[in-house]
């Protein structure tokens, strides 16, 4: 194993390695749920968009809570053009209030300090593609450019830490 492979699992959710446990998303998910009746694909998304581009759950931490959720009637579903809409019932809006001002996630207590993450991680991935195209050239030189030109950023990135303090 390469020794800095374990950067790539943390790199794909930006979540620092915390991984936020299914039970945690309970409450977000139907605060979430308050603002209209949604698909599974419209509730992640959402949960993208108010993380600033943070976190981005998976289906499979999703579905199993809303299914869960209908099971302790705190959303009903409905089939509409293929798609199951999740709406909240009474009781899942009495949830959503208590949740509200009980529970924030650690990506809402850090607020507008991921502002502009998302655009941020849009440019890393940029740059993956560029690196994905670079090598299948196999060439000692590019490769040693491309180190110099990666270590030589992540250098200056890290001069950044704390500069604005």
Known sequence: MYEHDHYYGSFR??????????????????????????HGYEIITKLEEKSHGMWR??????????????EQDLVTSKLEN????YALTDKG????????TEHRSRWEE??????????????????????KQLAPQNSDSTNEKVKKILT??????????????
């Open 152 to 165: 030589d950023t992540k250098e200056k990135l890290s001069s950044l830490i704390d500069s604005d303090k």
């Open 82 to 85: 293929d798609k199951r809409i």
């Open 57 to 70: 759950p998976s289906a499979g931490s999703i579905y199993p809570n809303l299914q869960l959720f209908e």
């Open 93 to 100: 809006k009495e949830m959503a209030v208590k949740a509200e």
């Open 13 to 38: 959710g930006w979540h620092g390695g915390h991984r936020t446990r299914r039970g945690d998303m309970k409450p977000t998910i139907l605060r979430i749920l308050q603002e209209k009746p949604m």
């Open 110 to 131: 850090k607020g507008d300090n991921f502002k502009n993450f998302k655009e941020i991680k849009y440019i890393i991935f940029e740059i993956m593609d560029i690196l």
